[in-house]
């Protein structure tokens, strides 16, 4: 089991950058793919970004690629979303997810472990 809190969120002017972290407890967090998710007010919740176990795969939705990264440090159990060039659209709370299982790790129910989430909000 694997327990996740994200930290990072705040509000932003369009245009910005932001840094989510992502911190997992246990010492199997390499045996989890990791994934951040949004859920903007009104909306449901949507894939953002994924990483493999090892850090070599990672995917994006296309709303963001080219402007969000992801990135894990397993001997740090941590997991990052660097959002940069933020929309107002980006405006969510972002929750980061882990599964032990396999891809595609574009959907939630494929993910058993979740943070609480954090606000993200970008300002126009």
């Known amino acids: 089991q694997v327990q996740l809190v994200e930290s990072g969120g705040g509000l932003v002017q369009a245009g910005g950058s932001l840094r989510l972290s992502c911190a997992a407890s246990?010492?199997?967090?390499?045996?989890?793919?990791m994934a951040w998710f949004r859920q903007a007010p009104g909306k449901e919740r949507e894939f953002v970004a994924a990483?493999?176990?090892?850090?070599?795969?990672?995917s994006y939705t296309d709303s963001v690629k080219g402007r969000f990264t992801v990135a894990r440090d397993n001997a740090k159990n941590r997991v990052d979303l660097k959002m940069s060039s933020l929309k107002a659209e980006d405006t969510a709370v972002y929750y980061c997810?882990?599964?032990?299982?396999?891809?595609?790790?574009?959907?939630?129910?494929?993910?058993?472990?979740w943070g609480q989430g954090t606000q993200v909000t970008v300002s126009s």
């Open positions: 246990g010492r199997t967090f390499s045996s989890y793919a």
């Open positions: 997810a882990a599964t032990k299982g396999f891809a595609p790790w574009n959907s939630g129910t494929a993910f058993d472990y």
């Open positions: 990483v493999s176990r090892s850090g070599g795969s990672k």
